[in-house]
């Protein structure tokens, strides 16, 4: 449904687009999801306020993508958590990891 969201064309197709998803996810019962979508809608698209062809290298960059892949891999591994603050300490230890180590040492 997020991806619906960036894959459209302007900046006000997303917003209508991002108001159809937080609808369609009140109706799945999904009403924090929603709420998220809606608030968090503003910084979302900001790419499309640039020309179209710059788009792809704005929204998405390598970085994050290798970041989002490790954490995906680390929490496959503890398979399930007891709770949502689990999951939020092992993703915030990985990223001080990150950022003390990796990207620290960079100039």
């Not at 997020?2 to 109706?27: T, Y």
């Not at 490790?70 to 990891?97: C, H, N, Q, W």
């Amino acid at each position: 449904m997020l991806k619906a969201i960036r894959a459209q064309e302007s900046h006000e197709a997303c917003g209508r687009k991002a108001g159809e998803v937080a609808n369609e996810l009140e109706s799945m019962r999904l009403g924090a999801a929603a709420r998220t979508a809606r608030d968090g809608f503003a910084e979302t698209p900001a790419y499309t306020e640039y020309p179209p062809e710059h788009w792809r290298r704005i929204r998405t960059n390598n970085g994050i993508e290798r970041i989002n892949r490790e954490i995906k891999r680390r929490t496959r591994v503890v398979g399930t958590f007891p709770d949502g603050s689990s999951a939020l300490m092992l993703v915030t230890a990985r990223l001080k990891y990150i950022a003390e180590h990796k990207w620290g040492k960079r100039r």
